[in-house]
């Protein structure tokens, strides 16, 4: 069966220090991937999507970037994080062939 | 471009009631269509989806949901709640064509409380 990780859980940040976030799928091969910034636990932003390996798409400008450096592993990152990019990250992957995304738990960051 | 509106922010019910939880949808094409549902501080589970097909779908935990293409909404319903159904339900939707293939797009979410 198909897992999603994502790590870490919490994460507090001063203010212009770097971000790395992970996701990693396993059970599954070239998996679109997703990530969705949930703000004040209501709607979903997408953010970052990509359908294969070093391919990524933008939905938003902003102060992150995201890699896909392997198949199954998909990178959410910031050079300095501004206090607007505190929330709820989140990873999803859906299989190409497929319709549904499924979510992985989530990563909460503070920027203080 | 597509887009989802759920126009009620709480929905509130007594356990054993039926629920319904409103989503409508504007897509240029087709729809493909979602509901998922998000407990505190977890990601999203998929519940059920629309792709073709027979109007009334059904999925995990008791739920269903229409699809009324003239109306253009994807209503979630229940025939009786469980406390254990208080959550966070976001409806999604998908054009099958265009520029938004691919990608979807959610709703803000409908907080449902389940009263014992």
């Known amino acids: 069966s198909q897992t999603i990780h994502q790590w870490p859980a919490t994460l507090v940040q001063p203010v212009g220090s770097p971000l790395s976030l992970e996701c990693t799928v396993e059970?599954?091969?070239?998996?679109?991937l997703y990530w969705y910034r949930q703000a004040a636990g209501r709607g979903l932003q997408l953010l970052f999507y990509?359908?294969?390996?070093?391919?990524i798409s933008s939905e938003v400008p902003q102060n992150l970037s995201a890699s896909r450096p392997q198949d199954r592993q998909f990178i959410l990152s910031s050079k300095k994080l501004l206090l607007s990019d505190s929330g709820f990250y989140l990873c999803?992957?859906?299989?190409?062939?497929?319709?549904?995304?499924?979510f992985g738990p989530g990563t909460r960051l503070t920027v203080t | 471009a597509q887009s989802v509106a759920q126009p009620e922010d709480q929905v509130n019910v007594a356990e054993g009631n039926p629920l319904t939880v409103k989503c409508t949808y504007s897509?240029?094409?087709?729809?493909?269509l979602f509901w998922y549902v998000q407990y505190p501080n977890r990601g999203l589970q998929f519940l059920l989806k629309?792709?073709?097909?027979?109007?009334l779908v059904k999925g995990s935990y008791g739920f269903e949901a229409e699809f009324n293409k003239s109306q253009t909404s994807f209503h979630l319903k229940k025939p009786s709640a469980l406390v254990s159904d208080s959550a966070l339900y976001f409806c999604?939707?998908?054009?099958?064509?265009?520029?938004?293939?691919?990608?979807?797009?959610f709703g803000d979410g409908t907080t449902l409380t389940v009263k014992p």
């Open positions: 999803a992957w859906r299989a190409a062939a497929s319709y549904e995304q499924y």
């Open positions: 059970g599954t091969s070239n998996p679109n």
């Open positions: 990509s359908v294969g390996i070093g391919q």
């Open positions: 897509v240029s094409g087709n729809p493909y």
């Open positions: 629309y792709i073709t097909g027979d109007n």
């Open positions: 999604a939707v998908r054009d099958i064509r265009g520029a938004g293939a691919g990608k979807s797009t």
